[in-house]
């Protein structure tokens, strides 16, 4: 990606614009992004945000960017010691367990780890110091061991979300508790209870509110000020909501630049999620299916834009990133044949210097336009690998048959150089967008061949006895025989295909693909 870079811009949900993305920090970028509460697997939604902020993360790396970022762990929630004392499990041990799976998931999602993973339960004296500079600057009262923000001190309370404040009844998103002064105030300290964990502090024993945690982590690491704060759409009221009101309530110059929030993933056009019962895990998908043809589906729609799940689309997924990866290791088996040919340097032992193909810089430039220019649009994924990327994968296909046949010299070592930058460049492409694992491209079609066998419920053994079944019908001019064994093994997603004398398979889209729960 060596075009010229063009200004990032980002939609901030505080403005409801696109703005210039331009850090307070020239070069230096602060991101915190609300992570999970750790009591279950993570289901789509949260790999969703978790790879829309990888995005922005990666992408903001390659514009050179030092970029500090957060993702926090809730490991310290009402939900958590409803599940622990469901198992009988100690709620931290609980927490701590389903931390570790969200990690392996966010390995699986090839998401890069955050430069800070901070937990509630590593940070009371940070939170606890907090809410103190809260109460002393009179946005916050005590009553009987719990600490309760006064939403009616800040002026400008429903800035991010365009909630009134006269529009909140209790019971509406917010505890019904008579002790409110008013009914929309949130707890930032919550006094024990018997069988809870809890923390000693100078209002008596307890635990945090869920709000508060995040201004004193962020807080803690990036500071008062910082450029970008995300998470998912849900999050903009009350929980994003109330850490502007707190943040400023503990310091007048609180501020975070612009403000990131990403679609639901809806399912039958319904929001996903735990208490609709109606959501898939990350791992129930992983299993079934290739977890870069899960990321490349949740890509597949622009960050902010609701994502209806559906099985069809994630065959598509994974048939487009089959697709990719058996062009690059086509690229790869034809190049390597050609090595001792290939000169150093662009250039032939007699001097003469090799260009790219005219076609080559055309479909070179092309990308780098088309990429940047959609990353550069409020990281616009939706279409990003379609266009100039799928040209590019075309000239690969095409090149990589004619360098197959007899050349003159100096059109061959084109080519070559050809396909040696273009290949480059869709490499520079995926690992922007984190589809590029640290694997061959043979393994990860080895693994996309797995995934498709098991969405089959065959085993190669079996392919390969229907395939020979199928090879012995034709020499017995048995073709009805023989077109029923390769629709029957289409309509699982196994495309059977003739390679001169050889019949080999890939998986495929399902000719009837019916939507189905992961099982």
């Known amino acids: 990606m060596a075009a010229e870079k063009k200004e990032l811009r980002v939609y901030n949900s505080m403005t409801q614009q696109k703005e210039a993305f331009r850090p307070a920090v020239e070069g230096k970028v602060g991101m915190y992004v609300c992570g999970v509460t750790a009591y279950d697997f993570s289901h789509l939604g949260h790999g969703r945000a978790a790879v829309a902020f990888d995005v922005l993360y990666r992408y903001l790396l390659h514009l050179g960017y030092e970029v500090t970022y957060v993702r926090n762990f809730t490991d310290v929630d009402d939900k958590i010691i409803r599940r622990s004392n469901e198992t009988g499990e100690n709620p931290l041990d609980l927490s701590n367990r389903f931390c570790q799976e969200y990690l392996t998931d966010m390995a699986d999602l090839q998401c890069l780890p ?41 002026s400008n309370y429903g800035c991010l979300s365009g909630q009134k404040l006269e529009n909140h009844r209790a019971g509406e998103r917010v505890a019904v508790d008579s002790r409110k002064r008013n009914p929309a105030d949130f707890a930032l300290w919550k006094a024990a209870k018997p069988g809870e964990p809890s923390w000693e502090s100078p209002w008596g024993p307890g635990r945090p509110g869920w709000h508060i945690e995040c201004s004193a982590m962020s807080a803690h690491y990036l500071s008062f000020k910082f450029d970008v704060h995300g998470g998912g759409i849900d999050l903009i009221f009350p929980h994003h909501e109330n850490e502007v009101a707190q943040s400023r309530a503990a310091c007048q110059e609180s501020c975070v630049s612009y403000w990131m929030h990403n679609g639901h993933v809806t399912n039958n056009n319904e929001k996903m999620s735990k208490s609709l019962g109606n959501f898939f895990t990350i791992r129930q998908i992983t299993e079934r299916y290739h977890p870069l043809a899960l990321r490349h589906f949740l890509i597949s729609a622009h960050y902010r834009s609701p994502l209806n799940y559906s099985v069809l689309q994630l065959e598509g997924a994974s048939e487009a990133v089959y697709y990719i990866y058996q062009t690059l290791q086509d690229c790869e088996d034809t190049l390597s044949s050609f090595k001792e040919a290939t000169p150093s340097e662009g250039t032939e032992p007699k001097g003469k210097t ?14 780098q336009k088309d990429f940047l220019d959609k990353m550069a649009d409020d990281l616009n994924t939706s279409h990003v690998l379609t266009g100039a990327f799928q040209d590019v994968l075309k000239f690969i296909n095409n090149n990589t048959n004619t360098l197959k046949k007899k050349q003159q010299k100096q059109r061959q070592l084109a080519i070559i150089q050809s396909l040696t930058e273009i290949e480059k460049e869709v490499k520079g492409v995926l690992d922007i967008l984190g589809l590029l694992p640290p694997i061959t491209y043979s393994e990860i ?11 089959a419920d065959l085993t190669e053994e079996q392919i390969s006895r229907l395939i020979e079944e199928r090879i012995l019908a034709r020499k017995e001019k048995d073709f009805p025989k023989s077109d029923r064994i390769r629709a029957d093994l289409t309509v699982k997603g196994i495309a059977l295909m003739d390679v001169g004398t050889e019949t080999i398979w890939r998986p495929c889209v399902p000719a009837e693909q019916e939507e189905k729960l992961p099982s």
Not at 354 to 367: M, N, Q, T, W
């Open 445 to 455: 079609l080895e693994q996309l061949k797995g995934k498709a066998l098991i969405r």
């Open 354 to 367: 090799v260009r790219v193909l005219p076609d080559a810089e055309k479909c070179i430039k092309g990308l």
């Open 114 to 154: 955050p430069t800070h993973q901070p937990r509630v339960s590593d940070h009371m004296e940070q939170i606890k110091d907090m809410i103190t500079q809260i109460i002393n600057n009179d946005c916050a009262y005590v009553v009987d061991g719990d600490v309760f923000f006064a939403v009616d001190k800040i």
